[in-house]
Protein backbone atom coordinates (compact mmCIF):
# COMPACT_ATOMS: atom_id res chain seq x y z
CA UNK A 1 0.00 0.00 0.00
CA UNK A 2 1.45 3.83 -0.93
CA UNK A 3 1.16 6.77 1.49
CA UNK A 4 -1.98 7.82 -0.74
CA UNK A 5 -3.96 4.76 -0.28
CA UNK A 6 -3.42 4.61 3.44
CA UNK A 7 -4.31 8.08 3.63
CA UNK A 8 -7.62 7.36 1.81
CA UNK A 9 -8.39 4.39 3.58
CA UNK A 10 -7.25 5.55 7.66
CA UNK A 11 -9.71 8.92 6.66
CA UNK A 12 -12.39 6.85 5.70
CA UNK A 13 -12.06 4.53 8.38
CA UNK A 14 -11.80 7.73 11.31
CA UNK A 15 -14.85 9.64 9.70
CA UNK A 16 -17.30 6.07 9.78
CA UNK A 17 -16.08 5.94 13.78
CA UNK A 18 -17.46 9.64 14.30
CA UNK A 19 -20.72 8.32 12.18
CA UNK A 20 -20.89 5.20 13.85
CA UNK A 21 -20.46 6.92 17.33
CA UNK A 22 -22.76 9.73 16.61
CA UNK A 23 -25.78 7.36 15.90
CA UNK A 24 -24.82 4.81 18.52
CA UNK A 25 -27.57 6.02 21.09
CA UNK A 26 -25.37 6.83 23.84
CA UNK A 27 -23.76 9.87 24.85
CA UNK A 28 -19.98 9.69 23.79
CA UNK A 29 -18.27 12.73 23.11
CA UNK A 30 -15.78 12.96 20.36
CA UNK A 31 -12.79 15.25 18.97
CA UNK A 32 -11.20 14.55 15.46
CA UNK A 33 -7.97 16.77 14.83
CA UNK A 34 -4.76 15.66 12.76
CA UNK A 35 -5.31 12.45 12.65
CA UNK A 36 -6.46 11.80 15.63
CA UNK A 37 -9.63 10.96 17.30
CA UNK A 38 -10.55 11.31 20.57
CA UNK A 39 -13.65 9.36 22.20
CA UNK A 40 -14.94 10.90 25.51
CA UNK A 41 -17.10 8.88 28.06
CA UNK A 42 -19.40 9.90 31.16
CA UNK A 43 -17.16 8.32 33.11
CA UNK A 44 -14.46 10.48 32.13
CA UNK A 45 -12.06 7.47 30.25
CA UNK A 46 -10.97 8.08 26.58
CA UNK A 47 -10.43 5.50 23.65
CA UNK A 48 -7.87 7.71 21.35
CA UNK A 49 -7.76 6.27 18.03
CA UNK A 50 -4.67 7.96 15.81
CA UNK A 51 -3.55 7.63 12.23
CA UNK A 52 0.28 6.26 12.29
CA UNK A 53 0.84 7.14 8.60
CA UNK A 54 5.00 6.16 8.48
CA UNK A 55 4.12 2.60 9.56
CA UNK A 56 0.60 2.24 7.67
CA UNK A 57 -1.13 1.47 10.73
CA UNK A 58 -4.04 2.87 13.09
CA UNK A 59 -3.65 2.72 16.56
CA UNK A 60 -6.31 2.34 19.27
CA UNK A 61 -5.77 3.33 23.08
CA UNK A 62 -8.12 2.40 25.44
CA UNK A 63 -8.63 2.67 29.28
CA UNK A 64 -7.27 -0.53 29.40
CA UNK A 65 -4.93 -1.59 26.47
CA UNK A 66 -3.56 0.01 23.55
CA UNK A 67 -3.81 -1.97 19.66
CA UNK A 68 -2.36 -1.61 16.18
CA UNK A 69 -4.39 -2.24 12.97
CA UNK A 70 -2.53 -2.84 10.03
CA UNK A 71 -5.21 -2.76 6.12
CA UNK A 72 -5.43 -6.42 5.17
CA UNK A 73 -7.62 -8.00 3.16
CA UNK A 74 -9.85 -5.28 2.94
CA UNK A 75 -10.43 -4.85 6.21
CA UNK A 76 -8.29 -3.38 9.62
CA UNK A 77 -6.71 -6.19 11.30
CA UNK A 78 -5.43 -5.97 15.13
CA UNK A 79 -1.85 -7.18 14.51
CA UNK A 80 -1.81 -8.30 18.28
CA UNK A 81 -4.37 -10.45 18.23
CA UNK A 82 -5.95 -10.82 14.53
CA UNK A 83 -9.15 -9.34 15.10
CA UNK A 84 -11.42 -7.25 12.91
CA UNK A 85 -10.99 -3.47 13.91
CA UNK A 86 -14.84 -2.89 14.25
CA UNK A 87 -15.06 -6.15 16.72
CA UNK A 88 -12.72 -4.20 18.84
CA UNK A 89 -13.63 -1.33 18.82
CA UNK A 90 -17.58 -2.46 19.70
CA UNK A 91 -16.14 -4.18 22.62
CA UNK A 92 -14.15 -1.33 23.79
CA UNK A 93 -16.38 1.15 23.98
CA UNK A 94 -19.37 -0.96 25.20
CA UNK A 95 -16.55 -1.69 28.06
CA UNK A 96 -15.78 1.77 28.65
CA UNK A 97 -19.35 3.34 28.70
CA UNK A 98 -20.52 0.66 30.48
CA UNK A 99 -23.24 -0.51 28.28
CA UNK A 100 -23.55 -2.83 25.00
CA UNK A 101 -22.86 -1.03 21.73
CA UNK A 102 -22.25 -2.42 18.36
CA UNK A 103 -20.49 0.27 15.94
CA UNK A 104 -20.04 -0.76 12.13
CA UNK A 105 -19.25 1.11 8.96
CA UNK A 106 -22.29 1.85 6.70
Not at 54 to 77: C, I, M, R, Y
Not at 81 to 105: D, H, M, P, Y
Amino acid sequence: MNDSQYNFLSEELILAVEEAIEDCGTDIDFEGASGILTLTFLNETKIIINKQAPLHEVWVATKFNGHHFSFDNEQWNDKRGGGEFWQFLSAAVSKQAETNIRLSAK
